[in-house]
T-cell receptor
């Protein structure tokens, strides 16, 4: 099955810093989503981005489908950005299932 | 409020007991999903349903069962055959319908934490 790898596994930031999270996947995908899991476990949709670039406030994401990776950018980080960031992909041939990466654990210090 | 409601928030299972986790959505979504998350790990798919009265096994279906009798409800039963049920369980839904399911955006409930007594 498809492999989804996220890096780095852990990230500690000072409030106001910028950062880039990476998601590599091993096969062509039809769907890629980025999620933020808050400390209470709630999974929040950030982006649906199988290709191209999108921006939402201080967050933006870019997926280069031909090279099988996606990047999530966090600018001017805030303490509320802390949590775990997951990317997840769908490969139609695999039965239309979301396969998750292992996540990047982000801690933003005041 | 539109959304996905999971209950209970916390659940405790005794040895040999079956327990059922509830998932209800009022988004009029056709597709629903159950995922399991172990501490420090990503989510893994247990079961999914693209339409009422139909469901498919995910990657870790052993020891679990589901039903989809109504569009808005997709309960998950953790049976006594699941020897390591302690985990965080998340339910999701997506619109499905005319779109290929691969292009549907999945939205998640707040989760149920299951522990073994």
């Amino acid at each position: 099955g498809i492999q989804v790898e996220q890096s780095p596994p852990d990230l500690i930031l000072q409030e106001g810093a910028n950062s880039t999270l990476r998601c590599n996947f091993s096969d062509s995908v039809n769907n890629l989503q980025w999620f933020h899991q808050n400390p209470w476990g709630q999974l929040i949709n950030l982006f649906y981005i199988p290709s191209g670039t999108k921006q939402n406030g201080r967050l933006s994401a870019t997926t280069v489908a031909t090279e099988r990776y996606s990047l999530l950018y966090i600018s001017s980080s805030q303490t509320t950005d802390s949590g775990v960031y997951f990317c997840a992909v769908v490969v139609t041939a695999a039965g239309n299932k979301l396969t998750f990466g292992g996540g990047t654990r982000v801690l933003v210090k005041p | 409020d539109g959304g996905i409601t999971q209950s209970p928030k916390y659940l405790f299972r005794k040895e040999g007991q079956n327990v059922t986790l509830s998932c209800e959505q009022n988004l009029n979504h056709d597709a629903m999903y159950w995922y399991r998350q172990d501490p420090g790990q990503g989510l893994r798919l247990i079961y999914y349903s693209q339409i009422v009265n139909d469901f498919q096994k995910g990657d870790i279906a052993e020891g679990y069962s589901v039903s989809r009798e109504k569009k808005e409800s997709f309960p998950l039963t953790v049976t006594s055959a699941q020897k390591n049920p302690t985990a965080f369980y998340l339910c999701a839904s997506s619109s499905g319908g005319q779109l290929p399911i691969a292009k549907n955006i999945q939205y998640f409930g707040a989760g149920t934490r299951l522990s073994v007594l």
